[in-house]
T-cell receptor, first 113, second 114 residues
Framework: QQQVKQSPQSLIVQKGGISIINCAYE??????FPWYQQFPGKGPALLIAIRPDVSEKKEGRFTISFNKSAKQFSLHIMDSQPGDSATYFCAASSSGNTGKLIFGQGTTLQVKP | DTAVSQTPKYLVTQMGNDKSIKCEQNLGHDTMYWYKQDSKKFLKIMFS???????INETVPNRFSPKSPDKAHLNLHINSLELGDSAVYFCASSTPSGIQETQYFGPGTRLLVL
């Protein structure tokens, strides 16, 4: 299976709160899991990425948690800010597969002031 | 000094027409991609070229034909446009494929077929 399933579809969080977006995959050959952030009218941009040899990766307020046995990974945005309001995509790929990224369906995050 | 650029930004055309979208990257990358983002924001890869060689060709209608004149350019030509082709098309580039480097996306071309 090539799918990556992402939830929720949309999320509203108060400023300062924690935003959590979840993804699940089926293909055990996937070994690279990036998150992309897309602002309205712009192209997606890499936010943070993880490989399955670690269970967590943190960059500033953004953390990826990875559960290899459950085939799930999630993005946590701490101290969410209105400037974080965007669409977030999880993705997955397998090494040697020509760099092909399989994207989740996207989550539209709105952070209220 | 735009990294990945696309032209045009907007494209409005009639059904049945033929149109092209151009993409250029100045990052020195070897691999370029075309993605389609539909009205529900779902992002799906269409094609990928590595050093002018086609390496990914998803189940895309034959009406779509990519062309890579050199490794810095990847154009997308669409014949006999249909209503369902309306979407945002993104070009992206990365260092050699299979190494899972960051993909850098262009600003997108918003295509509306009437």
């Amino acid at each position: 299976q090539q799918q990556v399933k992402q939830s929720p579809q949309s999320l509203i969080v108060q400023k300062g709160g924690i935003s959590i977006i979840n993804c699940a995959y089926e293909n055990t050959a996937f070994d690279y899991f990036p998150w992309y952030q897309q602002f309205p009218g712009k192209g997606p941009a890499l936010l943070i990425a993880i490989r399955p040899d670690v269970s967590e990766k943190k960059e500033g307020r953004f953390t990826i948690s990875f559960n290899k046995s459950a085939k799930q990974f999630s993005l946590h945005i701490m101290d969410s800010q209105p400037g974080d309001s965007a669409t977030y995509f999880c993705a997955a790929s397998s090494s040697g597969n020509t760099g092909k990224l399989i994207f989740g369906q996207g989550t539209t995050l709105q952070v209220k002031p | 000094d735009t990294a990945v650029s696309q032209t045009p930004k907007y494209l409005v055309t009639q059904m049945g027409n033929d149109k092209s979208i151009k993409c250029e990257q100045n990052l020195g990358h070897d691999t370029m991609y075309w993605y389609k983002q539909d009205s529900k924001k779902f992002l799906k890869i269409m094609f990928s070229y590595n050093n002018k060689e086609l390496i990914i060709n998803e189940t895309v209608p034959n009406r779509f034909s990519p062309k890579s004149p050199d490794k810095a350019h990847l154009n997308l030509h669409i014949n006999s446009l249909e209503l369902g082709d309306s979407a945002v098309y993104f070009c992206a580039s990365s260092t050699p494929s299979g190494i899972q480097e960051t993909q850098y996306f262009g600003p997108g071309t918003r295509l509306l077929v009437l």
